[in-house]
């Protein structure tokens, strides 16, 4: 058997491994940021080099193909991002900044095992790896007197992966009960001949509910803003971006198992949409808070995720991986700057964004173009995400949802330009400079060069995601009987 085909996850162990055993020791913090970023840089480049490898393990429950290794690049990406940009660490205590590492390579490991799942128990687990490194990741934050933000958003964010995790495997025990399997591949054939029994359908709503939690959709959307401004600068990039990219690739494996004609899933999907939109776009109006503003935008954000979910087609699928990979690079440009305006770690207001463009023109110009992404202005990827995603649905028929979404995208519109205003139009009022180091600074150029390049050719990425999410991907050869015996 070759490894060739999961070399990203055992860098990922291994590298886990190597990062525990540093922390062991004491004033080991820059160590660790160190062996981390050579880790993070090193798997990025092993899965761009295996981005065509495929192969299976544990008896066919785990699975490497097109499908994955494109969500792997982006998570690798992720990581990277972060890990460069904040390797600093400002709100994280020196003394467990090891610790922080370490899980932080946990939580990666999870993901990236998460989009090569293709059994239900094998997916759980890799949820529940990514979910807890997650979860301990959130209160590491530095104490600050009189505030204690950090425990209620980890509190917050437990208790709904609490909630989220029951909804999730009632749906599974329900899925297995119906069809005698927990293979993707088993379940499809056996659930599209039930598709409309009131079992099947509490199945499947059950699963896509406790799956829309990492995704923070709604109604599982209410953890995400309390987290997003508890958490430090960098914890808080992480969660915003990169678990979404896993969400996006669990959801559409789960619903590659479903049939199109299922008007009840979609009806479900199509209300998770418009509530996460309307929502996110119209409390993210009145924050102050720019991470409390990104944590309700990225609600909105996977309303509009949702947009080619809701077809429950191949191509809209496609569509929904595309503009996930775009949102992820013009989100961790967005914290990249985040990050760098805070001098200590502490939250950063809309109004400390006031002259940036005189204080860090770079700054100022990463984080406005990151601004014009989101709000889907040309020439970036989230114009033409949205587009894709917008005629997709018009033409399956989704003409309301279509009507709410570009209504929403002009709302969205007002508070990301009104971040560009403060940062341009502005005075400074004697606030600090925000310096970039040679290497902040070039993860930031290249985040944004790639969000350009995915507005400008978007046609490659396109035809892989339209390649990889194909059928096949979830049901392939023979669909085997509906029983409990491990397929052969």
């Known amino acids: 058997m070759s490894f060739s085909p999961f070399v990203s996850e055992l860098i990922l162990i291994l590298g886990s491994l190597a990062v525990f055993a540093i922390s062991l020791g004491t004033g080991r913090g820059r160590l660790a940021a160190r062996v981390t970023a050579g880790i993070a840089l090193v798997n990025l480049g092993a899965c761009l080099a295996t981005v065509t490898a495929s192969g299976e393990l544990f008896c066919h429950a785990y699975r490497v193909d097109l499908f994955s290794q494109l969500f792997k690049c982006f998570i690798a990406l992720g990581l990277a991002a972060v890990v460069l940009f904040g390797s600093q660490l400002r709100d994280i205590r020196a003394e467990i900044r090891p ?29 529940e790896l990514s979910s807890y490194a997650l979860y301990l990741l959130v209160p590491l934050r530095r104490e600050r007197p009189g505030l204690n933000l950090q425990m209620e ?3 917050k964010y437990v208790m709904f992966g609490v909630v989220s995790t029951g909804f999730l495997l009632f749906g599974m025990s329900y899925l297995f009960g119906l069809t005698g399997s927990t293979y ?28 829309l939690f990492k995704l923070a959709a709604f109604p599982m959307h209410l953890w995400a803003p309390d987290a997003y401004q508890g958490a430090s600068n960098e914890t808080t990039a992480f969660i915003a971006a990169v678990p979404k990219v896993g969400a996006v690739a669990v959801l559409i494996r789960f619903l590659l198992c479903t049939e199109p004609t299922n008007t009840t899933l979609s009806l479900v999907l199509t209300i998770t949409a418009i509530g996460s939109m309307c929502f996110g776009n119209l409390a993210a109006l009145v924050q102050k808070d720019i991470k409390r503003m990104l944590g309700y935008s990225s609600i909105a954000h996977a309303g509009y995720v949702l947009l080619g979910l809701v077809t429950l087609q191949s191509a809209g699928f496609a569509m929904s991986m595309f503009y996930i990979f775009g949102f992820l690079a013009m989100s961790l440009a967005a914290f990249l700057v985040i990050c760098q305006v805070s001098r200590e770690g502490e939250n950063v207001l809309l109004d400390d964004l006031s002259g940036l463009h005189a204080r860090s023109p770079l700054a100022a110009f990463l984080l406005a173009a990151s601004m014009f992404a989101m709000a889907g202005i040309p020439p970036f990827a989230g114009f033409i995400g949205k587009f894709l995603l917008l005629s997709e649905a018009l033409r399956s028929g989704f003409l309301l949802l279509v009507i709410v979404a570009a209504v929403n995208t002009a709302i969205g519109i007002y508070y990301y330009l009104n971040v560009v205003r403060l940062l341009y139009f502005a005075a400074p009022e004697g ?58």
């Open 99 to 127: 610790e922080y590492f370490f899980f932080l390579l946990l939580g990666t490991l999870g993901l990236t095992m998460l989009v090569s799942c293709v059994e239900l128990i094998t997916l759980f687990i890799a949820l």
């Open 153 to 155: 958003a980890a509190a």
């Open 184 to 211: 993707f591949q088993e379940i499809a054939p056996a659930l599209a001949l039930q598709a409309q029994q009131p079992a099947a359908l509490a199945a499947m709503v059950l699963v896509v509910a406790g799956l």
């Open 431 to 488: 606030r600090p400079a925000a310096r970039l180091s040679p290497l902040v600074a070039g993860t930031g150029v290249v985040l944004i060069v790639i969000v350009t390049l995915l507005g400008l050719v978007p046609g490659k990425l396109l035809d892989a995601a339209k390649t990889a999410t194909q059928k096949p991907v979830a049901a392939q050869d023979k669909p085997g009987s509906a029983s409990p015996v491990l397929p052969q």
